[in-house]
């Protein structure tokens, strides 16, 4: 039995075949793109996989996302939907978005992005910013990573709140639920922290009837996925003021063109889609672990459900 390995970059790739060797002796590990016998291969390890690619392989038991996010496997039009999902998360993963959410967050609220223009100019301008508790942050999705970001803004001192499809609850957040509730999480909203997956329903949530709702010269913060987010209409709202500022992680084409207007906008932030990124050692630590229960159980913790899409 084999396990094949994808991740759009040959480097990268080896790698992790060679972690995953080390990890699951009693597996072979080999490259999705020389996988060898093709009826022996029973599961896939995958970032962001070709279209058509995964269904070769029709002894296939489960598909490992090298991610959180299943939506890059899900677009595939060709894929097996009957085959289980494993997603890649787990502590350290939690704590990288933890602190992506409150450096960003604390970079908008004390108006970094003013003051490194000051700099730029050689100009010394003292700016006085209202301390946390008196700035309203809001988080768009409240899993379990999401909610644990929105924690961490409320040891802050932010004034936080969340929205999500059900409203779980989470100490010391304001929570708003569904269709019913967007319109006053909105209304509240100074800095918009996106954490959404990306299903039907949330594909391009980000546009301007959204902001439109928010506080004049509100923050957008993008750690979801690129799909959440209109790009012309943020282009707009920050041309018109309607949004002060937008610090992006993700985007609908990765990595970004060297054109893009986002790349030398004076009010845009850009990192590379780092929010979480997991290095390959833990990653294949994660992803072996997630296999052998797997292989023990027929299940495990990390599965999804791609009814959802997440």
């Avoid at 700099?119 to 379990?144: C, D, H, K, S, Y």
């Avoid at 100490?171 to 100074?190: D, K, N, Y």
């Avoid at 439109?212 to 018109?240: C, F, K, T, W, Y």
């Avoid at 997991?278 to 023990?296: C, H, K, M, P, Y």
Wanted: glycine share 10%; aromatic share 6%.
């Amino acid at each position: 039995m084999s396990i094949v390995v994808y991740l759009g970059d040959a480097e990268e790739t080896r790698d992790w075949i060679g972690l995953l060797s080390r990890l699951l002796p009693d597996h072979e590990i080999r490259d999705f793109d020389d996988p060898g016998d093709l009826s022996a291969v029973e599961y896939a390890v995958v970032w962001a996989p070709p279209q058509g690619g995964i269904a070769r392989f029709a002894h296939l038991k489960a598909i490992v996302s090298i991610g959180a996010g299943v939506d890059h496997v899900l677009r595939d039009p060709d894929l097996p939907r009957h085959l289980p999902i494993l997603r890649t998360t787990g502590p350290d993963m939690v704590q990288r978005l933890r602190e992506y959410v409150a450096l960003h967050v604390l970079a908008h609220h004390r108006a970094l992005m003013v003051t490194d223009a000051n700099q730029a100019r050689g100009e010394w301008r003292q700016i006085v910013t209202p301390v946390a508790g008196r700035r309203r942050v809001g988080i768009m999705g409240l899993g379990n990573i999401a909610s644990a970001c929105a924690r961490t803004l409320v040891g802050l001192g932010f004034d936080t709140a969340g929205w999500s499809r059900s409203g779980r609850a989470v100490e010391g957040v304001e929570v708003f639920a569904g269709a019913g509730g967007l319109a006053g999480f909105l209304a509240r909203t100074e800095i918009l922290v996106c954490l959404l997956p990306l299903t039907a329903e949330t594909r391009d949530i980000l546009d301007a009837r959204l902001f439109a709702q928010l506080p004049e010269g509100a923050r957008i913060i993008n750690a979801g996925r690129g799909g959440h987010l209109v790009e012309d209409d943020l282009l707009a709202a920050l041309g018109s003021g309607r949004i002060g500022g937008a610090t992006l992680d993700v985007f609908r084409t990765e990595p970004l063109p060297a054109d893009h207007p986002f790349w030398h906008h004076p009010k845009v932030r850009i990192t590379p889609h780092i929010a979480s990124m997991i290095d390959a050692e833990t990653g294949a630590s994660v992803i072996a672990a997630n296999i052998r229960a797997f292989e023990a159980t027929g299940t495990c913790e990390a599965m999804a459900d791609p009814a959802r899409g997440y």
